[in-house]
T-cell receptor
Framework: ETGVTQTPRHLVMGMTNKKSLKCEQHLGHNAMYWYKQSAKKPLELMFVYNFKEQTENNSVPSRFSPECPNSSHLFLHLHTLQPEDSALYLC?????????????FGAGSRLTVL | AQSVTQLGSHVSVSEGALVLLRCNYSSSVPPYLFWYVQYPNQGLQLLLKYTSAATLVKGINGFEAEFKKSETSFHLTKPSAHMSDAAEYFCAVKEKNTPLVFGKGTRLSVIA
């Protein structure tokens, strides 16, 4: 399988649940990203991992916990979320070091928090 | 810090008409500029990118964009709209060693 794959595509969870989003890339990229896409808001960069090291954390609440065990896999662990966290969560990857740094996106995980 | 402004959150054109989506950027150094497209229930897909080579950049699906430094603009155009072009379009700017910054997006509707 090629490209960036995100699972699950849809997730409904209660505020007390713990769940995880998974992202996998088979492009040989060395950087991975989590973005949050909410209605009527710009894309929000949440986390960036370069060579498995976290290099960006844009003041994301601690109820979101990223994990990057290797350069091909990225997780977003979710716990005690709020209804306002309902959004489309997009994973992306790129080859850092090429300058233009073109991102390849997955199809997203649609999260609904009840 | 770099920023992007997309004029018009929603643009509607007739099938066969010119598509023009506006993007202005702010950057303290020569930037990299991108247009991405998002179809319903999908992630973002790269349409085209400007990396300081030719100022007129051709992308996929007949789209092109022109980098105008004097106007700090990178507008996206297509001569003739097709129904399949209906989607959300995002302009983005990047400076070296900084994350990509996206605009708020413009939803394009194509009317038959």
């Amino acid at each position: 399988e090629t490209g960036v794959t995100q699972t699950p595509r849809h997730l409904v969870m209660g505020m007390t649940n713990k769940k995880s989003l998974k992202c996998e890339q088979h492009l040989g990229h060395n950087a991975m990203y989590w973005y949050k896409q909410s209605a009527k808001k710009p894309l929000e960069l949440m986390f960036v991992y370069n060579f498995k090291e976290q290099t960006e954390n844009n003041s994301v609440p601690s109820r979101f916990s990223p994990e990057c065990p290797n350069s091909s896999h990225l997780f977003l662990h979710l716990h005690t979320l709020q209804p306002e966290d309902s959004a489309l969560y997009l994973c992306a990857s790129s080859y850092e070091g090429s300058g233009a740094n073109v991102l390849t996106f997955g199809a997203g995980s649609r999260l609904t928090v009840l | 810090a770099q920023s992007v402004t997309q004029l018009g959150s929603h643009v509607s054109v007739s099938e066969g008409a010119l598509v023009l989506l506006r993007c202005n950027y702010s950057s303290s150094v020569p930037p990299y500029l991108f247009w991405y497209v998002q179809y319903p229930n999908q992630g973002l897909q790269l349409l085209l990118k400007y990396t300081s080579a030719a100022t007129l950049v051709k992308g996929i699906n007949g789209f092109e964009a022109e980098f105008k430094k004097s106007e700090t603009s990178f507008h996206l155009t297509k001569p003739s709209a097709h129904m399949s072009d209906a989607a959300e379009y995002f302009c983005a700017v990047k400076e070296k060693n900084t994350p990509l910054v996206f605009g708020k997006g413009t939803r394009l509707s194509v009317i038959a």
